[in-house]
């Protein structure tokens, strides 16, 4: 079984930042992409941005320039530091890897970390 855990959410002012973290752990043969989504409240859940296990990423526009995602392959662990925080920002973040376990790639997903900025 494979666990994502989350941690870096929080309530920060409109212009800060905050550093989103994701582990995953349990039983598999590697990680491919890892992303992140978010789901503000009342809509529907969104790709924040991806990132390949050689490293290329992918953002969505409302976030490039001000949002990095990066990771640590050693520590599967996936990254996202989120700089220029808007109102708009506000959502539940969530963490998604593609797992392989034996022969087959899965979607894990954490539990989400909610994050909040005040104008």
């Known amino acids: 079984q494979v666990q994502l855990v989350e941690s870096g959410g929080g309530l920060v002012p409109a212009g800060g930042s905050l550093r989103l973290s994701c582990a995953a752990s349990g039983t598999f043969v590697g990680i491919s992409d890892m992303g992140w989504y978010r789901q503000p409240p009342g809509k529907q859940r969104e790709l924040v941005a991806t990132?390949?296990?050689?490293?290329?990423?992918n953002y969505a526009d409302s976030v490039k320039g001000r949002f990095t995602i990066s990771r640590d392959n050693a520590k599967n662990t996936v990254y996202l530091q989120m700089n220029s925080l808007k109102p708009e920002d506000t959502a539940v973040y969530y963490c998604?890897?593609?797992?392989?376990?034996?022969?087959?790639?899965?979607?894990?997903w954490g539990q989400g970390t909610l994050v909040t900025v005040s104008s």
């Open positions: 998604n890897a593609k797992v392989t376990v034996r022969l087959t790639v899965r979607d894990a």
């Open positions: 990132i390949s296990g050689g490293g290329s990423t």
